[in-house]
């Protein structure tokens, strides 16, 4: 069985999200793995998605597509058997968690995703469900069998070693940056308008009467969960910022809160719903308004803090804790920026925000750029000033340049030899019929085999 590997990268596709296109599927029964099926839609919806990202995949490519599908299917089917918990409360937060994904690729717009999907925001998250606590199950039972795949370093150069040499990977030019993220100061007069106007909403909701939902749709700065009448989903603890989910946490259902002030602005809190240690709750954000002069004080402050910088007054280190905004990723980091498309610091130039790839352009490694100003992912203006930390010219793969990725891609390839090895012993005792229309993929003809001694 080869390939087995490529299962994890298909377990994390968005299921149920992308069959909405093709009305006309019709399903069949390709293939039955102990108590679970797979059906023809499921191969070629799964088959389609990767035809969008590589056109020249052929027809054949469903037989891996299905092979992948029949080991998520017996993970499944053993984490069924083994008992293995998911709760109502983790699929929640894992559809929320997904929709909010898609909600910032529309930009906040849930009827540009309705009328791209065909489904509303609602509808999604009813189909998902199924399809996401199979995929918790599936990752959760394959977690249990590789847990004990460790790396050595000594593996990590065989892994290397074993690659042919014409076959290495070719990396693109990388960055490496730390930043300094600087939220402008409100002026008082802003602040003291902002609050009013959040009481006063706070009033219409608690003494006239008013929809809340309607309110948070109409005047909410928070334009993803305004849309939805402020709804934040259900969510664990330690997924708010501290002041906004301390009031939350002391609230009874359906109760109102008095208006939180936090960095991002003034709210009101209702508990909706709670679940053990999850909350369901909406809110309304009512912003203070940074005017120009704010952004233009702002602007100063920075202009002298990269001098300092520059001059060697103060360390990076020390001017982030110092100035940068604690609500970025960063800030936890000593400035050192995540890319969230990898999950480590290395940025490709395509991966960089505009601003930011012009601002290091002609910047030397460890030189600091000019202050400039950019947009949050809410819509708030704030200022950045970045280091860059380090720069590599496209290249093939190195052991030395590129040790993390190489130990990352050989760790992944011992859990895929310890999935394929567990799969290929657990058919031996696992149901499985294959259709004819895949009888033929080669790929599959261990599989098969072992299930047909297995009969016999």
């Known amino acids: 069985m080869k390939n087995t590997i490529l299962f994890i990268s298909v377990l994390l596709l968005p299921l149920g999200l992308f069959a909405q296109n093709d009305k006309a599927m019709i399903d069949r029964v390709v293939a039955t793995i102990g108590g679970e099926i797979i059906l023809l839609s499921e191969v070629q919806e799964q088959y389609s998605f990767a035809k969008k990202d590589q056109p020249n995949l052929t027809e054949d490519y469903q037989c891996l597509v299905l092979q992948n599908l029949i080991v998520q299917k017996l993970l499944i089917n053993q984490g069924k058997l083994d008992s293995v918990e998911v709760t109502d409360e983790e699929v929640g937060v894992q559809i929320d968690s997904r929709i ?5 690729y529309f930009n906040q717009d849930d009827l540009a995703i309705e009328e791209f999907y065909g489904q509303s925001v609602s509808e999604m998250k009813s189909q998902l469900s199924l399809d996401m606590r199979n995929q918790i199950l599936a990752e959760r039972m394959q977690g249990k069998i590789t847990e004990k795949a460790t790396i050595t370093p000594l593996e990590v150069q065989s892994f290397y070693n074993n690659i042919p040499k014409d076959s290495l990977p070719y990396f693109n030019a990388e960055v490496e940056i730390r930043e300094i993220v600087y939220k402008p100061k409100v002026n008082p007069e802003e602040q003291v308008k902002a609050r009013q106007r959040i009481e006063d909403l706070r009033k219409r909701i608690a003494d006239q009467g008013e929809d809340f939902a309607e309110l948070a749709k109409k005047f909410s700065d928070d334009l993803g969960s305004g ?16 002041d906004f989910e301390a009031m939350a946490y002391k609230l009874e259902t359906n109760q109102l809160s008095p208006v ?23 809110h309304i954000l009512i912003k203070p308004e940074i005017t120009e ?29 110092k100035y940068g905004d604690k609500n970025q990723q960063s800030y936890n980091n000593d400035g050192r920026v995540v890319n969230p498309r990898t ?4 940025f490709e130039v395509a991966d960089l925000e505009t601003s930011t790839f012009f601002a290091i352009d002609g910047v030397n490694e460890g030189e600091i750029a000019e202050p400039f100003r950019f947009k949050g992912p809410d819509g708030t203006e704030m200022f950045r000033i970045v280091q860059l930390v380090s720069r590599s010219k496209p290249h093939k793969a190195d052991l030395k340049l590129d040790y993390g990725k190489i130990q990352t891609a050989a760790l992944e390839q011992k859990k895929g030899d310890y999935t394929e090895k567990w799969v290929l012993e657990k058919l031996n005792s696992t149901y499985l019929g294959v259709s004819d229309l895949f009888q033929n993929c080669p790929n599959l003809a261990e599989m098969i085999g072992i299930s047909a001694a297995r009969r016999q």
């Open 260 to 282: 939180v002030e936090t960095d991002f602005g003034f709210h009101i809190i209702q508990l909706l719903e709670r679940r053990g240690n999850l909350i369901h709750c909406r």
């Open 343 to 346: 999950g480590n610091s290395f």
């Open 100 to 104: 909010e994904r898609l909600r910032a």
């Open 293 to 321: 002069a704010d952004m233009e004080l702002a602007k100063s402050k920075l202009d002298t803090l990269c001098q300092y910088l520059k001059d060697g007054k103060i360390t990076f280190t020390e001017a982030v804790k």
């Open 227 to 242: 849309a939805q009448g402020g709804d934040l989903g259900f969510v664990k603890r330690g997924t708010f910022v501290p």
